[in-house]
């Protein structure tokens, strides 16, 4: 089994990379960023397994690239929309991915982008880093509380209940929540209320996406949605950021109704220091770090590794995705 080949894309904890190299023969890119096209191509030639990133589009020209032998991609993440799923199963290659261990560590940073955002904390670090911080002032940086408030949740799966929960829990706020899907956690829960969209936008003061990236989110807040929210409401992003149409964001931001906007996720990544969005004070941008904790990330590594074994070994993968697009073993956060 040491002379199976896979190829690893970046840089993971050391877990799986060591569970990984006790069964094969382990083909890891050196850099810091992320391999070019040509450079993907050429790595995954006779590999029988891809351990793959977001930034890294698996589709059937990798596929082919890498020959008959290619037996699965696992992907270092919950999401997999860099993955042509339809062309990995008309091949046989299975593919995974990561769910549920980063889902508090999300949940926490949707949570801390909530706080700085409503607390104005950018434009007020910044006012002391640039040494612009003269006295206290009475009406200076004035923000939001959180306690009472309405949140809305897009998106009801894990990370979504996990951050309701953290916002019911301490903050006594009321949870609206849309979901496009059958299953919803937050359907479990008796604090929180299934709504449509439109209303849920009309009602909250915070906003918060969780939901998948797919045809029917892409761009699902865009001029027309973010101008049915209230005067002041706050905008958080975790999920993906293709969901969010970001020209209208910045007019929301710049001339209403929005007050303010948390993001951990842009699109594209990075985003480019010039962007519009990148110079506003009520702006905060995190460079896509909400599974960033030795816990989860370490998780995800394990979890990779894992599939990767589980597959070229047959046996059922710790967490495969389906042809359909939803984990096989439970529904997706």
């Known amino acids: 089994m040491s002379a199976t080949k896979i190829f690893v894309s970046r840089q993971i904890p050391a877990v799986g990379l060591e569970r990984l190299r006790q069964h094969f023969e382990v083909d890891l890119w050196p850099e810091n960023g992320p391999p070019s096209r040509q450079e993907l191509l050429q790595r995954v030639v006779g590999c029988s397994g891809i351990l793959s990133l977001l930034s890294d589009r698996i589709d059937e020209e990798v596929f082919a690239c890498a020959g008959p032998q290619l ?15 339809e062309a990995a199963a008309a091949r046989g290659i299975r593919v995974g991915n990561t769910p549920d261990v980063l889902t508090d560590a999300t949940a926490d940073m949707a949570v801390c982008l909530l706080l700085a955002a409503a607390r ?70 008796t604090w929180s209320s299934r709504v449509p969209l439109d209303q849920l936008l009309q009602e909250s003061d915070f906003i918060s996406i969780h939901c998948d990236l797919n045809e029917q989110t892409k761009h699902l807040i865009n001029r027309q949605t973010l101008q049915m929210m209230k005067q002041g409401a706050i905008l958080i992003n975790t999920a993906r950021g293709q969901i969010v149409d970001q020209d209208a964001l910045c007019e929301a931001l710049l001339y209403g109704p929005l007050g303010a906007a948390g993001l951990d996720v842009t699109d594209p990544e990075p985003l480019p220091p010039e962007h519009p969005l990148v110079g506003l004070d009520n702006c905060l941008i995190l460079p896509h770090i909400g599974s960033a904790t030795h816990q989860a990330r370490d998780a995800m590594s394990r979890i990779a590794a894992e599939n990767i074994i589980a597959a070229i070994t047959g046996v059922a993968m710790p967490a495969e995705v389906a042809r359909s697009g939803q984990h096989s073993s439970a529904p997706r956060a």
């Open 71 to 85: 037996r699965v991609v696992s992907n270092y993440a919950v999401g997999y929309n860099n993955i042509d799923i």
């Open 120 to 189: 104005h904390l950018k434009p007020a670090i910044d006012n002391v880093r640039l040494g612009r911080w003269s006295t206290w002032e009475p009406l200076g940086f004035l923000g939001s509380e959180l306690a009472g408030k309405t949140l809305g949740v897009i998106g009801g799966g894990r990370i979504g209940s996990a951050m309701a929960k953290r916002c019911h829990g301490g903050w006594g706020m009321r949870i609206l929540y849309a979901s496009r899907g059958s299953f919803s956690a937050l359907g479990q829960t």
